[in-house]
């Protein structure tokens, strides 16, 4: 079918189409759209609509399409281009990844205890735990000042611990626990300042409880996988992904943690490198005493946590040159199903050798006699390469692959658990807000008796799923879908399918009618759908990306729709 035939005379219908993951302007789609059904582009006029407050662009065009509607929903969810708000993005996804870890599931989900418990430790322990030790530092550091500026360094410390606990407990759980530890400096500070006990001390205490607070956490975790793995609710794939939200907020916690102890051992010793000499003593020696080999726990955890990153770097590597093979030769499997494989075989790894560094980590705890690599590195020696971890991940948020981490980011905004029964407690969940963007146009055009086509790729198809599944409109006359994660991610991997999200809001889903699932061999987001009466239409080889202005695609389209 030649591309500059559109759909038959009759009937002239309105699309409505949906985009996937990343930040198109808004607009953009109505280009690529108008390139995929016309060679050069087809011809119109823009005509913006606006439905309470909210901008859909729309291309009124005359050629068996009456006008192409654009339902954008880039800026829900999405931080905006400053630093603050790029951070509060990263607390964000931590915050969602935690809930979702012990989200309450159907009955053949059940709630994972060890789950809570890990997240109960990590949000009253981990997160605030690392102040003591630092706040020593910078007393340690400034000794020879005076009690003034020891006083001004712990009331600094105390405000900005405040600070964070204010902006932390809008995401409910314990949190709150951030009052304790600025509680806890305040009283250090009074005495140190009154000299009631000494900075030595101190230090010696608040280091002890800093370990002890990554060793609870560090066991929480370990129970939380060992549970998921054995837990036979879950299938093989669902066990792994879930093992790998659990692992992913303690690996970038740690991350954050190595980052702020070479930033902060850095500015002592430009400041004094004499009193950073004496307190990286009193520190090995109150780690030696706790029995907790710094070098070797620091690096080798660094170590795993690159080593995911270096995992998927190498997963995208080979479907590249996979996909690429494909494309002149059949494949027995496809290039989007072996990723997907190689990246839950990636996770499971991780997991298995993080379970094996604890068991070794709690032998050389209840050791002395242990002979470790390292264990020559000054503390800043340790921290510098252990921040290091850090760069494989660069390649996740500049390069191309910076799609699949979208793509997991839009996911987990969109299943994430409401927020507690609480006002105050911010809702991190984005599905009611995109469902209604796209219900509130199609009910608008619904009003002017036109026929409907709601067109929807990656993301943007389970959003069109879950709209119309939970709200049937006679007037929605086909949903197609394109390179969809429906199946593939979110029922496979997560457990969480259309039926079950309608459930937890407290709809009936019911499935639409006339639709058509639309994918590539190369897809590695999208595949069939895995339910009856959808009609899978294989595009061929090919990537993620480019549905929209891919000529075959929407030759596809149109067979389908006559």
């Known amino acids: 079918m030649s591309r500059h035939r559109s759909l038959s005379p009759t009937p002239r219908r309105t699309f409505i189409v949906v985009h996937g993951v990343g930040d198109p302007d808004p607009g953009h789609l109505l280009r690529n759209v108008s390139i995929g059904m016309h060679e050069g582009g087809a011809s119109g006029i823009r005509s913006d609509l606006v439905i309470d407050g909210i901008l859909y662009p729309r291309l009124i065009v005359d050629d068996g399409v009456t006008s192409i509607i654009e339902a954008n929903w880039s800026d829900i969810a999405k ?16 915050a969602a990844l935690l809930r979702f870890a012990h989200k309450p599931q159907p009955a053949r989900f059940p709630l994972s205890g060890p789950s809570a418990i890990y997240r109960f430790c990590f949000e009253a322990f981990l997160v605030f735990s690392i102040y003591g030790p630092l706040v020593g530092l910078a007393w340690k550091t400034s000794e020879q000042l005076g009690a003034r500026v020891i006083g001004a360094i712990g009331i600094g410390f105390v405000t900005t611990l405040c600070c964070l606990t204010v902006y932390l407990k809008k995401f409910g759980g314990v949190l709150w626990a951030g009052w304790i530890w600025a509680s806890l400096i305040g009283l250090a500070t009074l005495g140190v300042v009154t000299k009631y006990i000494s900075i030595n001390d101190t230090l010696l205490f608040a280091t002890s409880v800093y370990v002890g607070s990554q060793g609870v956490t560090g066991l929480a975790l370990f129970f939380a996988l060992a549970h998921t793995c ?35 051992i850095f500015s002592s010793r430009i400041l004094s490198d004499n009193q950073y000499q004496v307190w990286q003593i009193i520190y090995t020696d109150s780690l030696e005493t706790l029995n907790y080999p710094l070098a070797f726990v620091e690096l080798t955890f660094a170590t795993l946590v690159a080593f995911l990153a270096v995992g998927f770097l190498l997963v995208g590597s080979i479907y590249w040159f996979v996909s690429r093979k494909s494309a002149q030769e059949p494949r027995p499997r496809s290039p989007g199903q072996l990723a997907r494989r190689l990246a839950l075989w990636i996770i499971a790894g991780c ?24 264990q020559g590195l000054s503390v800043w020696e340790v921290y510098s390469w252990s921040s290091m971890r850090f760069l494989p991940y660069l390649f996740f948020f500049i390069g191309p692959l910076s799609i699949a981490t979208a793509v997991i980011v839009d996911i987990l905004f969109y299943i994430v658990p409401k927020s507690e029964d609480s006002e105050s407690v911010v809702d991190l969940s984005a599905g009611r807000m995109v469902r209604h963007r796209l219900l509130q146009v199609i009910r608008h055009q619904a009003e002017r008796g036109e026929q409907i086509v709601v067109v929807a790729h990656s993301q943007g198809s389970v959003i069109a799923i879950d709209a119309l599944g939970r709200d049937n409109n006679a007037s929605v006359t086909a949903l197609i879908t394109a390179g969809s994660p429906a199946y593939s991610l979110y029922d496979r991997c997560l457990g969480s399918t259309a039926e079950s999200r309608a459930i937890d809001d407290g709809y009936a889903f019911e499935s639409p009618p006339n639709w058509a699932n639309v994918w590539r ?13 959808v009609r899978e239409i294989d595009l061929g080889p090919g990537g993620h990306i480019n549905y929209w202005s891919d000529g075959g695609f929407w030759e596809k389209v149109w067979a389908f729709l006559e």
């Open 79 to 94: 931080p905006r281009r400053s630093a603050l708000s790029v951070l509060d993005y990263l607390v964000r996804i931590i």
């Open 230 to 264: 054995i837990n036979k609710s879950f299938t093989w794939d669902q066990r792994v992904a879930r093992m790998g939200l659990l692992i992913l907020p303690f690996f970038v916690i740690s991350a954050i943690g190595a980052l702020l102890w070479a930033t902060a």
């Open 351 to 374: 997991a298995a050798v993080y379970a094996t560094l604890v068991v070794v980590y709690s032998f050389v705890a209840y050791s002395s006699d242990c002979r470790l690599p390292w």
């Open 521 to 533: 061999e190369g897809d590695y987001i999208g595949d069939v759908q895995g339910r009856s009466g």
